[in-house]
């Protein structure tokens, strides 16, 4: 374990150290886009209520956060880019499979939940036809985070059992880290499908992983790097109606939602770290509409199980993003 958080923490200062890479003040322009995501996220749809159980997202992009103390931490930024500067909030509960048991299941998932802003940047190439996301997380997880409220009030509403363990949830701890995604398009086809590649990383004290993963996109489309999905420039294609598919595999080194958080020791419960599955993969299928400033998105996610004796699992997302 010491040794895959040595080489993940080294291969993260080799790429930012790259000569190629290098910032010049005058090389680089932010966009003028001002943007906002949501995006919300359930397991009920497909009629469970265990492991990730529900999740959101909201996220700002405006030029004025360029000027955020983070960017001197997001590094590195490729010449001549085109930079989007931005804040995501985002908050995930997680449950063992019985929620209305009131005790400790040994062996099934903790209880866990967690909400931390994110201070992100996207440099986009177009002309390479490559994107680089960087971003600085920090906030926090456990009881405080809300979770058991926010899901007893929620199944209270839809007269669903009632959640009795999340007095046995993971502890209030620290969330801290940096992320990184590199993405390239592959190939092209016209501009009714292309075949987009990444590679990704994390070390944080939520989660310290690296992955790589391919999108395949096809319909009435706006290439993918060309802007984050939705913007009112009068190059970017004013209709959009597209489906896509994305399949991803990581490496685990830590994920604190089973193993718990790096500076408590006091939890009711957690999983060792013989118990976490260090390969996981994920595939998402997605459907999109877009008009002008405006987009509409559907999502099925599946994920391979995460931890021993554990199932793989399944969610739905939505997502509204809006250019102002």
Same mark, same amino acid.
């Given at each position: 374990?010491? $040794?895959?958080?040595?080489?993940?923490?080294? !291969?993260?200062?080799?790429?930012?150290?790259?000569?190629?890479?290098?910032?010049?003040?005058?090389?680089?322009?932010?966009?003028?886009?001002?943007?906002?995501?949501?995006?919300?996220?359930?397991?009920?749809?497909?009629?469970?209520?265990?492991?990730?159980? +529900?999740?959101?997202?909201? !996220?700002?992009?405006?030029?004025?956060?360029?000027?955020?103390?983070?960017?001197?931490?997001?590094? @590195? *930024?490729?010449?001549?880019?085109?930079?989007?500067?931005?804040?995501?909030?985002?908050?995930?509960?997680?449950?063992?499979?019985?929620?209305?048991?009131?005790?400790?299941? *040994?062996?099934?998932?903790?209880?866990?939940?967690?909400?931390?802003?994110?201070?992100?940047?996207? !440099?986009?190439?177009?002309? #390479?036809?490559? #994107?680089?996301?960087?971003?600085?997380?920090?906030?926090?997880?456990?009881?405080? !985070?809300?979770?058991?409220?926010?899901?007893?009030?929620?199944?209270?509403?839809?007269?669903?059992?009632?959640?009795?363990?999340?007095?046995?949830?993971?502890?209030?701890?620290?969330?801290?880290? =940096?992320?990184?995604?590199?993405?390239? +398009?592959? /190939?092209?086809?016209?501009?009714?499908?292309?075949?987009?590649?990444?590679?990704?990383?994390?070390?944080?004290?939520? =989660?310290?992983?690296?992955?790589?993963?391919?999108?395949?996109?096809?319909?009435? /489309?706006? @290439?993918? *790097?060309?802007?984050?999905?939705?913007?009112?420039?009068?190059? +970017?294609?004013? *209709?959009?109606? =597209?489906?896509?598919?994305?399949?991803?595999?990581?490496?685990?080194?830590?994920?604190?939602?089973?193993?718990?958080?790096?500076? $408590?020791?006091?939890?009711? =419960?957690?999983?060792?770290?013989?118990?976490?599955? $260090?390969?996981?993969?994920?595939?998402?299928?997605?459907?999109?509409?877009?008009?002008?400033?405006?987009?509409?998105?559907?999502?099925? %996610?599946?994920?391979?199980?995460?931890?021993?004796?554990?199932?793989?699992?399944?969610? %739905? +997302?939505?997502?509204?993003?809006?250019?102002?």
């Amino acid at each position: 374990m010491t $040794r895959y958080f040595r080489g993940l923490f080294l !291969a993260l200062l080799l790429v930012a150290a790259a000569p190629a890479w290098a910032q010049r003040p005058d090389s680089t322009h932010t966009s003028p886009d001002r943007l906002l995501f949501y995006t919300f996220a359930n397991d009920a749809f497909f009629r469970t209520d265990y492991y990730f159980t +529900q999740g959101m997202t909201l !996220a700002l992009v405006l030029p004025a956060l360029r000027h955020s103390p983070a960017n001197f931490l997001l590094r @590195p *930024v490729p010449l001549g880019s085109t930079l989007h500067h931005g804040i995501r909030l985002h908050y995930d509960g997680f449950t063992p499979l019985r929620i209305q048991d009131d005790f400790i299941r *040994v062996g099934d998932r903790p209880y866990a939940s967690y909400w931390y802003a994110s201070f992100f940047r996207v !440099a986009s190439q177009p002309s #390479r036809r490559y #994107r680089l996301t960087s971003g600085l997380n920090l906030g926090f997880m456990g009881p405080a !985070a809300g979770a058991k409220g926010f899901q007893t009030t929620l199944h209270e509403w839809l007269d669903s059992p009632t959640p009795r363990g999340w007095d046995y949830q993971i502890r209030n701890d620290l969330v801290l880290g =940096y992320e990184a995604r590199l993405e390239t +398009q592959l /190939l092209a086809v016209g501009r009714g499908a292309e075949l987009i590649g990444d590679v990704n990383a994390s070390l944080s004290t939520l =989660y310290t992983y690296a992955g790589a993963g391919a999108r395949l996109r096809a319909g009435l /489309l706006q @290439p993918y *790097v060309s802007n984050l999905g939705v913007s009112r420039q009068p190059d +970017q294609r004013r *209709v959009q109606l =597209y489906a896509e598919g994305q399949l991803e595999g990581r490496i685990i080194g830590f994920n604190a939602t089973l193993q718990g958080g790096l500076l $408590r020791s006091d939890n009711p =419960y957690t999983l060792p770290a013989s118990a976490v599955r $260090r390969a996981v993969a994920k595939g998402t299928g997605t459907v999109g509409l877009g008009y002008a400033g405006l987009r509409l998105t559907a999502s099925a %996610v599946w994920i391979s199980p995460e931890f021993s004796g554990a199932r793989s699992h399944q969610w %739905v +997302q939505l997502g509204l993003g809006v250019a102002f």
